[in-house]
T-cell receptor, first 109, second 112 residues
């Protein structure tokens, strides 16, 4: 079983739409959780950390459900510039990070 | 990403040749990592190092070697034993508090 699983998509949504991505992880001892954004042929860049109480950064909201071992990312009012691949990342004990395969988002004008 | 420099940006390897990818950081981070990304796939861990003069194998270490003689530097050698080296190689760092990783802008390796 993979450490981190994501729906690869692709998600094609119109500008202004709300879109949600989900991610599950297998190791219940996982400690930290993150969403990264990766543009085509570029390195991943940190979008936001995910905290147990849920957290928001502008149009982006991340949530964590430890009981279900589930992480989500919600993007409201999608912009063309949001088109990218979104990676779910989980850090376990021992400072190792595990990456999902990514969910592809295209925002259509 | 600021503070992490990977070079070269593009690299071509001939059959039977070893090549070395450079990763230098000025973030004063203890931990450094090498990942490989194939098209349409997630990042897979090759090697990581939590402290100078120490490193551990990741999930796909075969055909690769590393060294960590200085805190700032974590070079990756792709040896001739790695039969399918064509990929996007990413170096990342993090501090020991387990904060998010920061990435260099990667090296694309291809075989001639």
């Amino acid at each position: 079983r993979k450490e981190v699983e994501q729906d690869p998509g692709p998600f094609n949504v119109p500008e202004g739409a709300t879109v949600a991505f989900n991610c599950t992880y297998s190791n219940s001892a996982s400690q930290s959780f993150f969403w990264y954004r990766q543009d085509c042929r570029k390195e991943p860049k940190l979008l936001m950390s995910v905290y147990s109480s849920g957290n928001e950064d502008g149009r982006f909201t991340a949530q964590l459900n430890r009981a279900s071992q589930y992480i989500s990312l919600l993007i409201r009012d999608s912009k063309l510039s949001d088109s990218a691949t979104y990676l779910c990342v989980v850090k376990t004990t021992g400072n190792q990070f595990y990456f999902g395969t990514g969910t592809s988002l295209t925002v259509i004008p | 990403d600021g503070g992490i420099t990977q070079s070269p940006k593009y690299l071509f390897r001939k059959e039977g040749q070893n090549v070395t990818l450079s990763c230098e950081q000025n973030l004063n981070h203890d931990a450094m990592y090498w990942y490989r990304q194939d098209p349409g796939q997630g990042l897979r861990l090759i090697y990581y190092s939590q402290i100078v003069n120490d490193f551990q194998k990741g999930d796909i270490a075969e055909g690769y070697s590393v060294s960590r003689e200085k805190k700032e530097s974590f070079p990756l050698t792709v040896t001739s034993a790695q039969k399918n080296p064509t990929a996007f190689y990413l170096c990342a760092t993090t501090d020991r508090a387990g904060q998010p990783q920061h990435f260099g802008d990667g090296t694309r390796l291809s075989i001639l």
